[in-house]
Each structure stands twice: as structure tokens, then as C-alpha cells.
Nanobody, 126 residues
Framework: QVSLVESGGGLVQAGGSLRLSCAASGRTYRPYAMGWFRQAPGKEREFVRAINARGITINYSDSVKGRFTISKDNAKNTVYLQMDSLKPEDPAVYYC???????????????????WGLGAQVTVSS
């Protein structure tokens, strides 16, 4: 069992930055990959970025390319999503998720992940 808690969401002006954190607890002694997804009202969940157990960021979404950066602090069991140059189309609930079964992959599909956090709301004002 792994528990995930997101933090760092909030309201920011367009062009601004936010950093989301996702703290993992529980079976974190095993290697794991972690992904960030987002879901806006009325839209399907969208993959954002992922990082594997080696800290390699393999996959990203074109919609955030060059603006969102994922990083990992293994000592704190925390993954971060640095979001820069936020746009009016970025508001959503952002979720982090853990993949224990394939820690070296960092998949883009929600079904790749075993555990999910409750989400953090990001709002962008124009």
C-alpha cells in the first residue's frame, strides 16, 4: 500500500509558476515510477509528465513541453512538478500516481499506475 499526498496547488496569474509536491508513504522501500495527470471539468484525465525509479523523465505531454518539469527527491520520497509559464488552458485538478509494477517505465496511461493521490487544484487567472 502506498499513500500519496499532493500539495502546492492554488491560484496563479497566467504566465506565473507553481510547484506541486507529491509525498509518498507506505511501501516506498520498493522502486517506483511516478506520474502526474490532470483533469479539467468536463474533460478526460490527461497525462502530464512521468519519472521512473532511476530519476529519468522519459515521457511528457506536448501540451506542457518546455514548461513543466518533473523531479524527484528520493530521500524525501517526494516528486515535484514545476509548472512555469502557466496558461489559461492549464487549470485542472492535478493528480500524482505511483507505478510499483513497472518502476523503470514511467508510463503515460492511467492504467499503468497502482495508487493515486486525491489531487491538488490549480487555477490560472488571465
Amino acid at each position: 500500500q502506498v499513500s500519496l499526498v499532493e500539495s502546492g496547488g492554488g491560484l496563479v496569474q497566467a504566465g506565473g509558476s507553481l510547484r506541486l509536491s507529491c509525498a509518498a508513504s507506505g511501501r516506498t522501500y520498493r522502486p517506483y515510477a511516478m506520474g502526474w495527470f490532470r483533469q479539467a471539468p468536463g474533460k478526460e484525465r490527461e497525462f502530464v509528465r512521468a519519472i521512473n525509479a532511476r530519476g529519468i523523465t522519459i515521457n511528457y505531454s506536448d501540451s506542457v513541453k518546455g514548461r513543466f518539469t518533473i523531479s524527484k527527491d528520493n530521500a524525501k520520497n517526494t516528486v515535484y512538478l514545476q509548472m512555469d509559464s502557466l496558461k489559461p488552458e492549464d487549470p485542472a485538478v492535478y493528480y500524482c500516481a505511483v507505478d510499483l509494477a513497472r518502476p523503470w517505465v514511467a508510463g503515460v496511461a492511467g492504467n499503468d499506475y497502482d495508487y493515486w493521490g486525491l489531487g491538488a487544484q490549480v487555477t490560472v487567472s488571465s
